[in-house]
């Protein structure tokens, strides 16, 4: 069977709190009878995702203009008020609007997601590509390598390097992308070597193109669909790690407002108020669950679109 | 066997280099046990002291050897900071982080097997479209915020199971299973979405073979085409996710075990980090590491349980 981009859900999945054990299952998202059914169109769905992380998206870029009270003034307000017509959400133990926090602490979530998968698609992505296409020892070598990576706990260096470096932005965007290195390098080699050996290939070659000409104008075009796809799953599980290091106190530090910081706090306070702790997860559980979600339907999108070639 | 040999000569190759980088990485970082141990305020001349009884004057690498060869004899080392030989710390706080994940994977299973199946059975119809939506969203859970729920539904809400606190085994059987049970099912869930759904996938595809075929119009019970002919030839994928999961799980362990205060290998290696307790940290690194190679070395030999076939093309 074809090394279909379908599989690459489930394994982002497996890698929900540690973005580096993820090795290619071979595991297809559907089953033969069902792709039959598989429609062109990416549904309703898709677009109620899309419009959900593009509201979050908004609503963090524009948290300084939009009328919010300070996420970190203290005492201005009285605390756990629950949902109010002046606090939509209700404010915290300390007083604080937790809406502006909600809204303040998807900056972090969003910033370090997007910028972490960046830079692993920048750099697993071109390790990949070369690994995929040149094979040999140079594949052998680099598969090795990802293999000791993906067996070293991912956790551990994360907790290790954020508390030996810093708790700020930078460090924890930055531990993360090169931890999602090695899995995004091992799916676009993947992805690289269905289309290695395909005709085009070879058409081009004998039209005389040299192989970086291949690689970025034959190979990068066709890959690019399945790595799309895939990066909006991978950005969910950076998302739910920068989450757990926040909970457990470890990322950017107090005052500023992160959801998994804020859901810690709620945790405190579980039995006299649920909501401070429901607010930021409720935000938190859609934003992720968007983003596989829109992730799952391209890849089927593309799958399809592929197949009809 | 030239396979077997291979693959553990792989496993020692991923051991050494674990634990080098583990080592190594944790002595270029900032910050050592000796002020841990003595504090802020202590003289150049206690830290000068104290950094040569503990041997940290010593270049890393070098220590990383001398470790290395200790640890090829079974000694692991001392703690830098209670002394107590890591050896004992982890035989202490391992069967705890076992006795988790071997609940969690139970839970998962008991959930995932018969909903993967009975899904498989009826695709598309209403158990399916359900049990695939509830594992799609479960899988968007972050394990701290399911964690956050069980406790509010099962602690606060309803004072069924305890949040925090660890009863162990030889104390209190019972009580030991109630304490486990919040922390086992949390990570439970989040592994039975992902088994379900793969084995829902391969017991699909296994359901349109000719055998299955074959085995209906022999006028079989469903039930029973189902556990002895389609059930074994469905799990492989279960099978391989389910040994690439273990590093997940791991992870996920270890928060659970520090939101629930468990003391297993997680919250060691967790204190273990702030206290800059070099040795313990490496030693546990190496244990998970080896424990992620080693599960999935074994997974490789379930194959040939599941399939025959895999066994004739591989020993011959």
Redesign the interface.
Known sequence: MRDSPDRTLTEAVVATTAPAAVIPAGVDGLAPAEQAYVQRRLGAGFWISAGWVLLVILAALFAGILPLQDPTAIGDNAPRLGPTAGHLLGTDELGRDLLARVIYGARISLIVGFSAIAFGILVGGGVGLVAGFYGGRLDAGLNGLSTVLLAFPALIFLLTVVTFLGQNLFVVAFTLGVLSVAPIARIIRANTLVYANREFVLAARALGARNRRILLLEIVPNVLPAVLAFSLVAIAVVIVAEGALSFLGLSVRPPTPTWGGMIAEGGQVLAQDGFVALWPSLTMFLTVLALNFAGDRLQAYFAVREGGL | MRFLAARLG?FV??LI??SA??FL??NR???NPVITLLGPAATPQAIALLTQQLGLDRPAWLRYFIWLGNALHGNLGSSYVNHQPVLTLINQRLPVTLELLLLSQLIALALAVPLGILSALR??RILDKLSSGAA??L???????LA??L??LFA?RFNLFPATGYVHLTENPLENLRSLTLPSLTLGL?SM??YM??LR??M??TL?QDFITMARSKGLPTWWILMRHALRPSTF?LV??GG??V??L???A??IE??FQVPGLGLL??SS??ARDYLV?TS??VI??GG??LVNLLVDLFYTFLDPRVRSARFA
Do not use: H, K, M, W
Request: hydrophobic share 55%; no cysteine; glycine share 12%.
């Open positions: 792989q190759v991923v280099v674990v980088v583990a990485l944790l970082l900032p910050g695709p598309n799609f969203g899988l968007s859970v972050p394990g701290f915020i956050e729920l406790v509010y606060v989040g979405a992902v759904r793969v996938t391969d699909i595809a349109q994928t391989t996710v690439l999961n590093g997940t791991i992870g996920g270890f928060i520090y939101i290696t967790i980090i702030y940290v546990a690194t998970v590491a992620f190679v």
